[in-house]
């Protein structure tokens, strides 16, 4: 039986995220609430129960975008999504499902962000690849474990007198964080959409900070679900090239990770081709596929919406020299229809 999710079933859906492996933190009831209050989106979180057991789940968020057009995506803005299920039935069942609800809201597309191929006959971007590894329990071997051109530069932000703190509020990762999005030409989510993952996830949220001599140097929002850490949205200033803060950064969230008990550190995805993807690389991450498939309903091919489409290069070159207070208070009206 397909059911929708409501408040009152909320520990049930996230009992089922916890006990299945295919779950993953972006599954959870907690991105319903989060995608409403800070975004404004519709979303379908249905789930397939047999004898009051939960044996399939699936969140939807519909985006209606004037400039990015009208799509039903699991999840945005999340990097992973689709269907975890118990079981094929339940699997088909949620599948045809979302199809359904797709045709029915007239939607450009169905998305599916699937970590593996689920449906080779449907369409699939070859644009991510997600990069995650095994931490040992022991910190020195996973700090030798880095190559040794990026653990020098983690070695340099260490003698550069860098340190680390963890920040109860949002308000200097949202500075760096915004700075270096501004600076790669991306429009920047708002202020109150941090706040909210905060509040929600109040467990599993924790924000990291890079100071040198009290300034700030960078900082990231890290995420711990199970036995992971996943070091989500994050940003430098101008400082942190020349001290190395970012590679300092993401070696203290694997080393506090470490310490509390972590085996995974998921370094989330990248696009193909970007610095981005060049720089999890360089620390001895290697990138795997993802694939997520499309089902069209009134598109014909699969959307592009994305910085490497060569149609936003001037968009990108002049967002780049906007005033960061111009930036910080346009972005989050654009960003929200991202996906």
Known sequence: MIKTLTIEDYSRWDDFVKANNEATFFHQAGWKEVISKAFGHDTYYIYVEHNGL????????????????NSLVSIAPCVYGGIVANDEESYITLDEESCRLATVLGVDYLEMRNQVQKTP???HKELYVSFRKKLDSDVEKNFLAIPRKQR???RKGIEAGLNSVIDNDVNRLYRAYSESVRNLGTPVFS??????LKEVFADQCEILT????????????NFYFK??????YGGGTDLARNLKGNDFMYWEVMRRAVEKGCKVFDYGRSKIGTGSYSFKKNWGFNPKPMFYEFYLVNAKTIPDI?????KYKYFIAAWKHLPLAVSQWVGPWLSKDLS
């Open 54 to 69: 939960i044996t399939g789940i699936l969140p939807l968020v519909h985006i209606k975008s004037l400039f990015f057009g």
């Open 121 to 123: 006959e449907r369409p």
């Open 152 to 154: 020098a530069m983690v």
């Open 191 to 196: 202020k109150k959409y941090f706040q909210i």
């Open 210 to 221: 890079v100071l040198h001599n009290g300034y700030l140097v960078a900082s990231v929002m």
């Open 227 to 232: 036995d992971q850490v996943l070091p989500y």
């Open 306 to 310: 994305n910085p490497l489409n060569p």
